[in-house]
C-alpha cells in the first residue's frame, strides 16, 4: 500500500483537483493509514482461488461475485477516470468491473504475483520496479519503467542528520537489521546468537518488530555497558528513513521495498529471501545479487554463516564500495511522479 501512498501524493502535487476513492479488501488492515492520509475508504468482498483447497473454492468464489458486484456499485457512484492497481485480491474483481475504464497497474516485485497477472489482463498502462520483469507479460508495448515509488520524506534524511538522531558513533560502521512491521524471526535469532561477536564489529541498528521484541529487549538489557552503547534496538521505527540513511550495510529479508529503499541510499545489502513462501522474494534477491549491489544469504545458513559474511563484507571496503555503487545505480528516484503523470494521461490530462 505503500507505493500507492507515493503515487497518490506525486499525483495530488502534479493535479490540484484529485479526488481518490480506495478501495480495499474487507477487514484489510490498510484503512486506518488510508483514512489518516485524507482518503475516502470503501471495502469490498475479495477472495483468492490458486492454491484454495476443495473445501474452500466455493465460498472464495461466491465472495469473488460479490466482490464484482459491490464494485460495479461503487464505479456508478464514483465515476472515476481511470483505475489504479497495486495488487491484493481485491484488483480482480474491480478489474472485472471496471473493464472499460482506463486502468494502470503497477507491479512491485520483479516477478508479478497472480494478484496482479489477472487484472494486467485489463490495464492500459503496466508500470514495473525493473526491466526484468518485462519477460512475464505478453504485452512489451504496454510497459513502462517506473522503479519503485518511495514516500518523498524518505529524502529528508542525511547520513550525518540520520547519525545524530539516532544517537549512533559517526566514526563506528552500522549494521542495520530489519524484518518488517512483524519482524523475522530467524535473522532476529540468528542475530541475538551472534550478538557480541557482531557488535565488535559494527553499531547495530536492530528494527525486530513485535513478535520477537520481548526476547531481544531482554538480551539488550543483559548487555556489558559497553555493548549496549553500540546496540540500538526497536521494535518499529517510524524513522525508516533515518534507519537507511546511517547504516552501511543492512541485512534483511528481499521484499519488494527492498528493491527501491535500499537502492535509493545505496545501501549494500545481506538478503534472506523468506523461505515459506512463492518465489518473489527470491527473485527480487537474485536481481539484486545479479548486479553486485546485495549478497544472498539462505536461510537454512544464516545462523551458522552470519558473522563469517558480515565481517567479510566489512573488511573488505572496496568489494562494500563497490555494492554501494552498483546499488545505487538501480535507483529510480521518480517512481512516484512517472506513474501519477501515467494516471493523468490516462485519465485524459495533461501533466503539470
Known amino acids: 500500500m505503500y507505493p500507492a501512498l507515493a503515487v497518490h501524493s506525486a499525483l495530488t502535487g502534479q493535479h490540484a483537483n484529485v479526488e481518490t476513492l480506495w478501495v480495499g479488501g474487507e477487514g484489510g ?24 483447497g476443495l473445501r474452500a473454492l466455493p465460498g472464495n468464489l461466491a465472495k469473488l461475485t460479490r466482490g464484482v458486484i459491490e464494485s460495479r456499485r461503487i464505479l456508478r457512484g464514483f465515476k472515476p477516470d481511470v483505475l489504479f492497481f497495486t495488487g491484493g485480491f481485491v484488483a480482480a474483481p474491480m ?41 512475464y507479460f505478453s504485452h512489451p508495448e504496454r510497459l513502462v519503467l517506473s522503479g519503485y515509488p518511495l ?16 544517537g549512533l558513533d559517526s566514526t563506528k560502521p552500522t549494521l542495520l537489521v ?12 540468528a542475530v541475538l546468537k551472534h550478538l557480541n561477536e557482531l557488535l565488535d564489529m559494527a553499531q547495530i541498528i536492530h528494527i525486530t518488530g513485535s513478535l520477537d521484541w520481548p526476547v531481544i529487549e531482554k538480551a539488550a538489557q543483559e548487555l556489558p555497558a559497553q555493548l549496549q552503547a553500540r546496540y540500538h534496538a526497536m521494535p518499529y521505527s517510524h524513522e525508516m528513513g533515518a534507519a537507511l540513511a546511517a547504516a552501511d550495510l543492512v541485512l534483511s529479508r528481499a521484499g519488494a521495498s527492498t528493491l527501491g529503499e535500499y537502492p535509493l541510499f545505496g545501501l549494500p545489502a545481506i538478503l534472506v529471501p523468506y523461505p515459506y513462501a512463492w518465489r518473489y522474494q527470491k527473485v527480487n534477491a537474485e536481481f539484486l545479487a545479479g548486479r553486485n549491489a546485495a549478497v544472498i544469504l539462505q536461510d537454512e545458513s ?37 506513474i501519477a503523470s501515467q494516471l493523468v494521461e490516462l485519465a485524459g490530462e495533461q501533466p503539470l
Open 29 to 52: 488492515m490498510e484503512e486506518g493509514l488510508v483514512n489518516r492520509a485524507g482518503i475516502s475508504y470503501r471495502s469490498i468482498p475479495a477472495a483468492g482461488l490458486h492454491g484454495v
Open 95 to 135: 478489474a472485472v468491473a471496471g473493464r472499460n475504464i482506463p486502468t494502470a497497474l503497477y507491479v512491485p516485485d520483479i516477478e508479478p504475483g497472480l494478484a496482479l497477472k489477472f487484472p494486467s489482463r485489463f490495464a492500459d498502462v503496466v508500470a514495473v520496479t525493473a526491466s526484468d520483469s518485462k519477460k
Open 151 to 166: 514516500r518523498a520524506d524518505l529524502l529528508n534524511w542525511s547520513r550525518e542528520k540520520a547519525t545524530q538522531h539516532l
Open 178 to 189: 530489519t524484518g518488517g512491521s512483524k519482524g523475522a524471526r530467524s535473522i532476529n535469532m
Open 302 to 338: 544464516l545462523e551458522d554463516k552470519l558473522p563469517s559474511v558480515v565481517k567479510d563484507l566489512f573488511l573488505n571496503k572496496n568489494k562494500l564500495g563497490a555494492m554501494r555503487t552498483a546499488m545505487k545505480k538501480l535507483s529510480h528516484p521518480n517512481a512516484a511522479s512517472i
